[in-house]
């Protein structure tokens, strides 16, 4: 079974750890890092060039730089926008789940209430099915071009 490798920007420790637990039941993510904001995310982007992750799920709001940071740096480096980002946040109005999605996000996922819900919470599993069925494919779309999948 293929595993992708992900990241988890997220600022809230228990939140990051009950994303973890999902993803670690769901085996099919290798966490390469947990980080509590954007600067510490580009940090380790910075040094790991030769180790990027295959998604980064990230956060909205947070201190420091946030989930709009997050996409606009992403998509600013050509060795980095090939990487989907997927944005939790708490906040279900349309229209910011519209503008992360304009900013380049492939998904935009509203946080369960509680969380321990994570492992149960269908939109989390289905959006990560989907980045899943995005990385299945020979290759995958982003921004205008047809790249291949990740290896």
């Known amino acids: 079974m ?3 490798k992900i990241v988890i920007v997220e600022n809230d420790e228990d939140e ?5 637990l999902a993803l670690e039941e769901f085996k099919h993510f290798q966490i390469l890092g947990e980080f509590v904001n954007g600067d510490t995310l580009f940090e380790w982007l910075e040094k790991n060039r030769q180790r990027l992750p295959d998604i980064i799920l990230s956060d909205l709001n947070m201190p420091g730089k946030n989930g709009y940071d997050i996409l606009t740096f ?3 480096e050509p060795e980095l926008e090939r990487i989907p980002v997927i944005i939790t946040s708490t906040s279900p109005v349309i229209a910011v789940r519209e503008k992360c999605l304009a900013m380049g996000a492939i998904e935009y996922m509203v946080k369960p209430e509680i969380f321990t819900d994570y492992c149960m919470y269908p939109i989390f599993q289905t959006a990560i099915c989907c980045c899943i069925s995005f990385f299945s494919s020979n290759s995958f ?5 047809i790249l291949p999948s990740p290896s």
Do not use: A, D, L
């Open 16 to 20: 990051r750890f009950f994303i973890k």
């Open 2 to 4: 293929k595993q992708y």
């Open 74 to 76: 992403i998509n600013s």
């Open 141 to 145: 779309h982003s921004k205008g071009v």
